[in-house]
């Protein structure tokens, strides 16, 4: 199996920028198709980004896109999430999560999950 660490969460005014990091460490990483959730308080957990095994193909959330992307070095075995024009909206504790299977943007399609990094943006 694969551990999942975030990193890189804070708070940061509307309009800014930050990078999520998730280090993941066990079993091959570029074995695993990844994907970043999040989770409001008092809302279910929601599809932010996911990335192929590769990292060649990506897809976003339609509240997301074309503000943020998904990257990922499995030469490092970590993968990012660059977050640019931040909204309060976007406050959230985000989640890392890994599945060996193909790129998924279902919850329950993914098997190992972070701990989560909380991302607090400020009007």
């Known amino acids: 199996q694969v551990q999942l660490v975030e990193s890189g969460g804070g708070l940061v005014q509307a309009g800014g920028s930050l990078r999520l990091s998730c280090a993941a460490s066990?079993?091959?990483?570029?074995?695993?198709?990844m994907g970043w959730y999040r989770q409001a308080p008092g809302k279910e957990r929601d599809f932010v980004a996911a990335i192929v095994r590769s990292g060649t193909t990506t897809y976003y959330g339609a509240s997301v896109k074309g503000r943020f992307t998904i990257s990922r070095d499995n030469a490092k075995n970590t993968m990012y999430l660059q977050m640019n024009s931040l909204k309060p909206e976007d406050t959230a504790v985000y989640y890392c999560a890994a599945r060996q299977g193909p790129i998924a943007t279902t919850l329950n399609a993914y098997d190992y999950w972070g701990q989560g990094t909380q991302v607090t943006v400020s009007s």
């Open positions: 066990g079993r091959t990483f570029s074995g695993y198709s």
